[in-house]
């Protein structure tokens, strides 16, 4: 069994976002863009879900929140022939539950998080109808509907990495890091070195 220190996954996500924008900022082609961008907003959500499994499963180790051990464990894992829960039933319960405080998906970061998590559940979850579109005396059946893709804009991938570091420092910030200790916590979580003015 090969055993890590929690933060790993999430610093390997966020290693692997910022390479896919260093490639999205050199490329030019559409077809590419559109291919990074939707990997880069996939991967930017993957970071924030795998930080707040770790984040919280270690929040219910500590004395005050450890009533809520089973919760978070149970809703982590398959048990039972039970699902996990998804990213959003964790984000709209765990914060109120445990830190006693909600998540606004209305307005600032996680409205901008909120957005990028349901183009990502567009992209990974994909489902359509089965289209059909006629040139003339010519149908074409069994087309897929994949306007979630082609809007995707080298933007799209390039704000992903932005979103998903502002999102999870917000998380952090509700289980009560404080501002000043941002950057440090952002060093451990994402592997982000803390930028000081000389």
Request: hydrophobic share 35%; proline share 3%; charged share 25%.
């Amino acid at each position: 069994m090969g055993l890590s220190s929690p933060n790993r996954m999430v610093c390997s996500c966020f290693r692997s976002l910022q390479r896919h924008i260093a490639y999205l900022v050199e490329e030019n082609d559409e077809n590419k863009i559109r291919d990074i961008a939707a990997s880069s907003v996939v991967m930017a959500v993957t970071a924030v879900e795998t930080f707040v499994n770790m984040h919280f499963r270690i929040l219910v180790e500590e004395e005050k929140y450890k009533s809520f051990k089973s919760m978070v464990v149970d809703e982590s894992e398959s048990t039972n022939g039970n699902r996990p829960k998804g990213l959003e039933q964790k984000l709209n319960s765990w914060p109120n539950k445990i830190l006693n405080k909600n998540i606004d998906f209305n307005n600032g970061i996680a409205k901008e998080f909120e957005e990028m998590r349901v183009i990502r559940n567009n992209l990974t979850h994909f489902v359509s109808g089965y289209e059909a579109v006629a040139y003339g005396n010519v149908e074409i059946r069994g087309l897929a509907n994949t306007d979630a893709f082609d809007s995707l804009k080298k933007e799209d991938g390039e704000r992903a990495l932005r979103v998903a570091k502002e999102f999870i420092e917000h998380i952090l910030s509700l289980s009560g890091v404080k501002e000043e200790n941002l950057p440090h916590a952002m060093h451990h979580w994402g592997g982000f070195v803390p930028e000081y003015e000389s």
